[in-house]
Every structure is written in structure tokens, then in C-alpha cells.
T-cell receptor
Framework: GQNIDQPTEMTATEGAIVQINCTYQTSGFNGLFWYQQHAGEAPTFLSYNVLDGLEEKGRFSSFLSRSKGYSYLLLKELQMKDSASYLCAVPIYNQGGKLIFGQGTELSVKP | ETGVTQTPRHLVMGMTNKKSLKCEQHLGHNAMYWYKQSAKKPLELMFVYSLEERVENNSVPSRFSPECPNSSHLFLHLHTLQPEDSALYLC????????????????FGPGTRLTVL
């Protein structure tokens, strides 16, 4: 079966760096997505990793290790507006667009 | 309008009512999805339509009935719902290559906040 785990909540300070981890178990692998969701709003796409390594996109970076079934999202120079839920999602292998989501990590950024 | 839109944004209904949720995508995608998001739970995939054909219903109760008249529009018809059906219902779309193909990014609408009394 498929399973995704990520911490439920995290707290960090404005200006700091925070790492949000995601572990997954899948039969087959077709990449991993990170989404950001502010309260009451739509999830918005942050990153997609299909190869091992770190991909940087401004203040946000995403890392993948396929051998370990592990990914993390790294947020630098935290801002208050980064307070949101961060969702890790993995496609069901060979089934087109069907995604399995983790429960999301609620990040609170404090002044 | 751009992206994915959903109406209504908020809906309160009794258990005997019939209502419909509407989703429209302006991205030229060929696949659309309904998700349910309950508090403290992962997003749950309910239905997938690819090229206007339903390809997954994921054991959703029959009181939820999807309809996809064309590749840009998706409906979720609701009848005799239960209070535990109260949740945020999200629509998404993507451009899919089909089984075995690469998975494209899904773009989400703002959701309909449903409360069943």
C-alpha cells in the first residue's frame, strides 16, 4: 500500500530556517509534490522532485532521497506569511494523476 | 477568470436538501478531480475524470454524484448528506498523459466550505 508521514505541527521564528520532513512508502515511484495551503484557501504548488537531490527555488528548497523514501522542504528567511499548512503528496504509480496526500504540517511563524 | 474556480464558496444545507457544487477550469487541462478535506485529515481523493470519463470513484458514498459534461466543467451533486460530510470540497485539474505517463502538477480551486446540519 501507500503511506505518507509528516509532522502535524511545527513552530519557527521569523527570519529563521525550518525543515519539514516527509517520509513515504509506495509501490513504484513517480515523483513527490509539495503544496502550500493557507487557512481557507486552495493548495498551491511549490515543488516537484523526481530525481535525488536538492532543488532550490528562491527561499524554498526541496530535497528527495528515493532510496530512503524521504523528502524535506526547506524554508529560509522565514516570513510571517509563510505560516500555512505544507502538504506532501505522491502519485499512485502508473495511475495517472491520482495523488496520495500526507496529513499536512501546520507551520506557525512567530515574531 | 483564470485558473480553477469553484462555486459556491460556502454552503449550508440540511440533510434532506439537494445541492450541487460547480468547478470550472480555464487552463485547458484534460483531467479534473474532486477532493474532500476534513479537519486534521489528509486530502482524500473522491473522483477523477480524464477526458470527461470517470476513471476512479474511490468508494465514495452514492449520496455524492459527480458529473463532467465537458473537459472544463465538473459538478458534484449532493443529496441526503450526513453531518460528517461537512468539510472543504476542493476541485483540481491537470494535464495528464494517461496511465504510465508522467504526473503533471494539479492546480486547485479555492474550495467550497460545506456544512451539513
Amino acid at each position: 500500500g501507500q503511506n505518507i508521514d509528516q509532522p502535524t505541527e511545527m513552530t519557527a521564528t521569523e527570519g529563521a530556517i525550518v525543515q519539514i520532513n516527509c517520509t513515504y512508502q509506495t509501490s513504484g515511484f513517480n515523483g513527490l509534490f509539495w503544496y502550500q495551503q493557507h487557512a481557507g484557501e486552495a493548495p498551491t504548488f511549490l515543488s516537484y522532485n523526481v530525481l535525488d537531490g536538492l532543488e532550490e527555488k528562491g527561499r524554498f528548497s526541496s530535497f528527495l532521497s528515493r532510496s530512503k523514501g524521504y523528502s524535506y522542504l526547506l524554508l529560509k528567511e522565514l516570513q510571517m506569511k509563510d505560516s500555512a499548512s505544507y502538504l506532501c503528496a505522491v502519485p499512485i504509480y502508473n495511475q495517472g494523476g491520482k495523488l496520495i496526500f500526507g496529513q499536512g504540517t501546520e507551520l506557525s511563524v512567530k515574531p | 477568470e483564470t485558473g480553477v474556480t469553484q462555486t459556491p464558496r460556502h454552503l449550508v444545507m440540511g440533510m434532506t436538501n439537494k445541492k450541487s457544487l460547480k468547478c470550472e477550469q480555464h487552463l485547458g487541462h484534460n483531467a479534473m478531480y474532486w477532493y474532500k478535506q476534513s479537519a486534521k485529515k489528509p486530502l482524500e481523493l473522491m473522483f477523477v475524470y480524464s477526458l470527461e470519463e470517470r476513471v476512479e470513484n474511490n468508494s465514495v458514498p452514492s449520496r455524492f454524484s459527480p458529473e463532467c459534461p465537458n473537459s472544463s466543467h465538473l459538478f458534484l451533486h449532493l443529496h441526503t448528506l450526513q453531518p460528517e460530510d461537512s468539510a472543504l470540497y476542493l476541485c483540481a485539474s491537470s494535464q495528464e498523459e494517461g496511465p504510465g505517463g508522467a504526473t503533471d502538477t494539479q492546480y486547485f480551486g479555492p474550495g467550497t466550505r460545506l456544512t451539513v446540519l
